[in-house]
């Protein structure tokens, strides 16, 4: 995809997934990858802040004999991706008016 990817937009993929199931790294990053190409590398950073700024808690349950770390989102997480979700729409239609509508105003 050609279009930068900015934190605020990972954050609100990030906390959309999270929100539908408790889940561990590797299965956000297939999740939202999806949708955009993002590395663990580039995720893990984010699930930190957004655990820092209490949108996002952990627990660890065992898999296979290991230890997975799971994020839940936070009562602060929702209400954040609630605003995410309501800017989006502002956002996306701001952009679809003059991105897609054609010369005769209507849909390309």
Known sequence: MSFPIGASLLD????????????YGY??????????????????PVLR???????????????????RRY????????????LYREDWKIYRNKIETILISGKDGGYI
């Open 12 to 23: 609100a993929l990030v906390l959309a997934v999270v929100e539908k199931e408790d889940t």
């Open 27 to 44: 299965k956000i990053t297939n999740d939202i990858r999806n949708a955009i190409e993002i590395s663990e590398s580039t995720l893990y």
């Open 49 to 67: 802040r957004l655990q820092k700024e209490d949108c996002l808690e952990t627990y660890d349950k065992e898999y296979m004999g290991r230890n």
């Open 71 to 82: 994020y839940k989102v936070t009562k602060k997480g929702k209400a954040a991706l609630n």
